[in-house]
């Protein structure tokens, strides 16, 4: 059974009977079932392949000679309307005023939802290229999860890092003996940098260099970023972000971005560190950073997926 992440609940009567319409979502799938007085008549399932499809139920009315038809969808992006007609007659909306077509009608005015043998053939070589990531991509959150527990617990960053490190190292033994690819994420280059950042965290305890960690960190790893956006035309770690983002994307443009992005990242570390307290640096890394770098990493995805049309 497919792990649910929110179930939307529309009941409605109609002729004597108690119907209702449960749409829920799973990581993959979106699921519409409809049931008349607690029994379930009919059930849809569809994959997210690009598009939100209007679910259309058809069933024989219990009391009614003719076929009705509950049409699910999305008039907003958070939320799910019905609409039940009976012979095409619209006998009962659950938010009148609302278009249940918005979702599909948005994505394929921006070119999203496309049914074409092109886009479906497109599709699925991005389901194959995520079977093969998969292993990579969880061996990676794996040692983040890792790292983030165990500094949750015993609030020793150091050990965190020797933990990351420590699996960064057993993945590279298990890798010798499995046939799947569990280093071809980051697990490598994070194990690298974990073990920079424990090794900085004993060598170094004043407070100061502490808060100047992030900049440390941020032109070491920008560092490696250019060597192989410049030298290896970011053929290293732009075929690895790429499993991250599922779509063709310019290796060196994308790398060298994202060392801009670290050396700009590293400035800002810098001077939050030394021109303002101690106190608005902690609020600067706990609160601020993080949406900063976000953003700018999606602008840097945006231009590399344009810039890869454009030369396509």
Known sequence: MAFRLWTYKRPFHY???????????????????????????????????????????????????????VSVGYYNWLNVGIEVRDNDTLVYASHPEKDIHFATDKLESLGISDSS??????????????????????????????????????????????????????????????????????????????????????????EALVQLKGTFMGIISASALIVDGIFN???????????????????????????VIGLCMAAINYAVATQLSEDMWLTYDTYVEMPIYLLMLCILIWRADKKTKISD
């Open 15 to 69: 002729e004597g009977n108690n119907y209702e319409v449960k749409y829920f979502c799973s990581l993959t799938t979106y699921t519409s079932q409809l049931y008349c007085n607690g029994s379930l008549i009919d059930e849809c399932t569809h994959s997210f392949d690009g598009d939100f499809k209007v679910v259309k139920h058809k069933f024989q009315s219990p009391s009614h000679s003719q076929k009705l038809v």
């Open 117 to 206: 043998p092109e886009a479906d053939e497109k599709r699925q070589q991005q389901k194959e290229q995520w079977k093969k990531n998969k292993p990579s991509l969880l061996a990676d959150i794996g040692i983040g999860a890792a790292f983030f527990m165990v500094a949750k617990i015993t609030g020793d960053l150091t050990l965190a890092a020797f933990t990351g490190v420590s699996l960064g190292l057993m993945l590279v033994v298990i890798q010798r003996f499995v046939k799947v690819d569990l280093l071809g994420g980051f697990a490598v280059f994070g194990t690298v940098m974990l073990l920079i950042s424990a090794l900085f965290s004993i060598g170094f305890q004043s």
């Open 233 to 259: 035309k970011g053929c290293y770690f732009g075929a690895r972000f790429e499993r991250y983002v599922n779509k063709q994307i310019k290796y060196q443009f994308f790398v060298l971005g994202l060392a």
